[in-house]
């Protein structure tokens, strides 16, 4: 499996605060994913990176930000948390020429 | 737009059993298919990855078709053990972005 790891696991915050999300691949994977997922959706992408501070948005951007400074990290943001951003959060990175997407453990986001 | 559905939500048989899990797209022009699992609390693990241009993938006991012509896919697991048991989600890429579709919630009975 590939070696990526999303910090944190867990976070509880409230209305309002802003809220960083950290991701961490270590197979220098030139692609990487932020998705969220809700009960009775598949999941839905939010930004995806298709290199060092090449960005670009998903399907539901709105009141999400990113960055990737390093090959290694990808970082998604919440500047401002709503309730409605209370989700489960996934990162996912691919090798460059293919497309199987490798993921990290989720980070559940409750926003009170 | 793309839209991906799997139908049922939930299914439960018992051990043994040989099934066959269905994902339906409504868009034909796809570049490929891919079938993941999710257990409880992690992550998702690629399982099969199918090609446009390909009919099937086969893994072990699991074997995935495509058919785009009729917007289908199914991925068919034989002789079904409760290690099976997890959420299969089905995803399609189109325009450049995975199109997931809400996932089956497996259960196989001992």
């Known amino acids: 499996d590939a070696g990526i790891t999303q910090s944190p696991r867990h976070k509880v915050t409230e209305t309002g605060t802003p809220v960083t999300l950290r991701c961490h691949q270590t197979?220098?994977?030139?692609?990487m994913y932020w998705y969220r997922q809700d009960p009775g959706h598949g999941l839905r992408l939010i930004h995806y990176?298709?290199?060092?501070?090449?960005?670009d948005k998903g399907e539901v951007s709105d009141g999400y930000s990113v960055s990737r400074s390093k090959t290694e990290d990808f970082l998604l943001t919440l500047e401002s948390a709503t309730s409605s951003q209370t989700s489960v959060y996934f990162c996912?990175?691919?090798?460059?020429?293919?497309?199987?997407?490798?993921f990290g453990p989720g980070t559940r986001l409750t926003v009170l | 737009k793309q839209e991906v559905t799997q139908i049922p939500a939930a299914l439960s048989v018992p051990e043994g059993e040989n099934l066959v899990l269905n994902c339906s797209f409504t868009?034909?022009?796809?570049?490929?298919l891919q079938w993941f699992r999710q257990d409880p609390g992690k992550g998702l693990t690629s399982l099969l990855l199918?090609?446009?241009s390909q009919r099937e993938q086969t893994s072990g006991r699991l074997n995935a078709s495509l058919d785009k012509s009729s917007g289908r896919s199914t991925l068919y697991i034989a002789a079904s053990q409760p290690g099976d048991s997890a959420t299969y989600l089905c995803a399609v890429k189109s325009n450049y972005q995975l199109i997931w579709g809400a996932g089956t919630k497996l259960i196989i009975k001992p």
């Open positions: 996912a990175s691919v090798r460059g020429g293919t497309d199987t997407q490798y």
């Open positions: 199918i090609q446009s």
């Open positions: 990176s298709y290199g060092v501070k090449d960005t």
């Open positions: 197979e220098n994977h030139r692609y």
């Open positions: 868009d034909s022009a796809i570049y490929n």
